[in-house]
């Protein structure tokens, strides 16, 4: 399994802006389909948006779609998220996860190997 560390996260006014960083270590990055998730308190964490092995295809959930965008350098064996005009609603701990496939990466089960998450705080 692959091993993912966030940064990035922090406290933003809305519509503010934050990237995030996930960096893989101890298997080759660019093998792995990649997403995101997030976790409010009292909620289940949900998919966020998700990214192939080489970077060519993207998805995102419908409520982030256009304001937050996935990249990955598989060079840097590190993939981003953008996030723009943030709002309230997006609060939560975000993580990131790698899947051994390129298909349903929507889906939880897709993924074999989590980070520990970063916090994103958006004040009102």
């Known amino acids: 399994q692959v091993q993912l560390v966030e940064s990035g996260g922090g406290l933003v006014q809305t519509g503010g802006s934050l990237r995030l960083s996930c960096a893989a270590s101890g298997r080759t990055f660019s093998y792995y389909g990649m997403g995101w998730f997030r976790q409010a308190p009292g909620k289940e964490r949900e998919f966020v948006g998700a990214?192939?092995?080489?970077?060519?295809?993207?998805w995102y959930a419908d409520s982030v779609k256009g304001r937050f965008t996935i990249s990955r350098d598989n060079a840097k064996n590190t993939m981003y998220l953008q996030m723009n005009s943030l709002k309230p609603e997006d609060t939560a701990t975000y993580y990131c996860?790698?899947?051994?496939?390129?298909?349903?990466?929507?889906?939880?089960?897709?993924?074999?190997?989590w980070g520990q998450g970063t916090q994103v705080t958006v004040s009102s």
């Open positions: 990214t192939t092995s080489s970077g060519d295809s993207t």
């Open positions: 996860a790698a899947s051994p496939r390129n298909w349903g990466l929507s889906i939880f089960a897709a993924y074999n190997s």
